[in-house]
């Protein structure tokens, strides 16, 4: 369970937080209050917290399902397009499906971890779970005209929908983008964000993106790839002072592309065409070249007698 608009120092627990808001207090383990499932005169509703869990309990009877409906409906019960903070420090995504029901949800942590986790008979358990999802489906479904952003993350997918676009991301990151994804947004206009990624990475971010426009593109999308003149994404974008008006610009003058416009492009993100991280044992022995063509890195081993030597390479393909 997460309760809206739960944040460090505002409450201790999210239990506490529903407690607040239903005027409820504190008993032995926990609080009691007015249950706003039914008619209650008597504070019939039980309210605890054990970990990051809060169990429910209607001594008049009423379930589960109708007491956090009630909870929802006074938005103290709502994973609904919300970034969740707990006295952990750690940020939860939650992924809901169509009905905004909660399916999993990504944790992170403030030093940047990340596991994931579903929701299963009212609680959070490790693992996707059996149906995985893109984040804010529930909105993409019933803003079906709308155009959409596609970032690379939740943090910059909410950055977008910050300033009033339409947004998802996949999860668990790069490279993880499925076609399934691609057919729920069959034949839409779809804006595409990346994180720009250094050799050193792979170009991780580059790659993504072309795997997932050219997946949408096979579904019938109207593709655009933002690229940023500054920034490794869209959160350091705004956070080097950009505004919203100058996001949108970069939106509207990004042209539509088609399959060989995305691989072209790709090719393009390394300097000239392509690129190289390069190592070496010293002037004499073995260079080594990590050359990134298109979007398949190539290995290249150089081999020196001495300075003035002919070189000899190998080509293979990088791991």
């Known amino acids: 369970m997460s309760a809206a608009h739960v944040t460090n120092g505002d409450f201790q627990t999210e239990a506490e937080f529903i407690s607040d808001g239903l005027k409820g207090k504190r008993s032995e ?3 009691l209050a007015r249950c706003p499932a039914h008619d209650d005169r008597n504070a019939s509703l039980s309210i605890t917290q054990s970990g990051e869990r809060v169990l429910l ?6 379930s589960y399902e109708e007491v956090t409906r009630a909870l929802r409906e006074r938005n103290l019960w709502s994973p609904r397009n919300v970034v969740q903070r707990v006295p952990q ?7 809901n499906d169509e009905r905004g029901n909660p399916l999993h949800r990504t944790v992170r942590t403030q030093d940047k971890r990340f596991w994931q986790e579903h929701f299963d008979g009212g609680v959070w358990t490790t693992g996707l779970g059996p149906r995985v999802v893109l984040y804010h489906l529930d909105e993409l479904l ?7 952003c596609v970032a690379e993350g939740e943090k910059d997918s909410d950055r977008l929908r910050a300033l009033g676009h339409l947004a998802t991301t996949n999860p668990m990151g790069a490279g993880k983008w499925s076609d399934s994804y691609s057919a729920i947004l069959a034949g839409r ?3 595409l964000f990346y994180d720009n990624d250094p050799p050193s990475k ?3 971010g580059q790659n993504h993106a072309e795997q997932v426009a050219l997946s949408l593109i096979r579904a019938g999308c109207r593709v655009r790839i933002v690229d940023l003149p500054e920034g490794k994404d869209v959160s350091d974008f705004l956070e080097l002072g950009h505004t919203k008006e100058d996001l949108d610009k970069l939106i509207a003058d990004a042209p539509y592309k088609k399959t060989d416009d995305v691989i072209a492009w790709r090719s393009k993100q390394s300097t000239g065409g392509g690129s190289a991280d390069a190592s070496s044992d010293g002037t004499n022995g073995r260079v080594d070249l990590l050359v990134y063509l298109s979007s398949v890195p ?5 081999k ?8 000899t390479v190998s080509l293979r393909a990088s791991d």
């Open 29 to 31: 383990k926990g609080f």
């Open 57 to 62: 309990r209607c001594f008049a009877g009423c």
């Open 89 to 95: 420090n750690n940020t939860f995504y939650v992924y």
């Open 142 to 148: 019933t803003r079906s005209q709308e155009p959409v």
């Open 189 to 191: 206009e779809i804006s």
């Open 202 to 204: 792979k170009f991780a």
């Open 298 to 302: 190539t290995f290249i081993q150089i």
């Open 304 to 311: 020196t007698v001495d300075r003035a030597s002919r070189w």
